[in-house]
């Protein structure tokens, strides 16, 4: 097997290379932590990832940060992230994830029971990504710091976001990042 740890960020790997790393990965049982960040992956690439993600069980830390895998990559990726339920950190800083995608992973995110960190800062998050996150919060009793940091969130969309923190019990530990976001 590949062991628990799979780091292979920074290497220009593209869909090509994100397509052999998911025809290794389906020997991936005990795989928690997978860091293809920074690769050149395009959506592409993530549909193949996602294929073999979601028979990860054990999966804790899965980082994809900087690619470009856009709002059709972070759809595919959430329908079987949601089946991780070891997920406890996720980060898609600088996926060019929007609105769009940003509804898709809220959707998946009160299936991720034991998820703590989501990081989905420098993307295009608008004000209508941060509602749908906001409509969620509330079923993410883990969730500990979300990163909405250099997105293009509007004061609304932040204000949605601060307010349902300010309901969940155990927010008062939880850390939301949004600096440089209001435009």
Do not use: P
Not at 23 to 30: M, R
Not at 92 to 112: I, K, P, Y
């Amino acid at each position: 097997g590949l062991g628990s740890h799979l780091d292979l960020s920074n290497n220009w790997l593209g869909d090509e290379g994100a397509r052999v790393v998911a025809g290794v990965l389906g020997e991936c049982e005990a795989l928690a932590h997978v860091d293809l960040s920074n690769n050149r992956i395009g959506y592409e690439g993530a549909r193949m990832l996602a294929g073999v993600l979601g028979e990860c069980k054990a999966l804790a830390h899965l980082d994809l940060s900087d690619n470009a895998i856009g709002d059709q990559g972070a759809g595919r990726l959430t329908r079987v992230l949601g089946g991780c339920k070891a997920l406890a950190h996720c980060a898609l800083s600088g996926s060019r994830v929007s609105d769009e995608g940003t509804g898709v992973l809220a959707g998946m995110l009160g299936q991720c029971k034991a998820l703590a960190h989501l990081d989905l800062s420098d993307n295009r998050i608008g004000g209508e990504g941060a509602g749908r996150l906001a409509g969620v919060l509330e079923e993410c009793k883990a969730l500990a710091h979300l990163d909405l940091s250099d997105t293009r969130m509007v004061s609304e969309g932040a204000g949605r976001l601060a307010g349902v923190l300010g309901g969940v019990q155990g927010a008062g530990s939880s850390r939301l990042e949004l600096q440089r976001d209001f435009r």
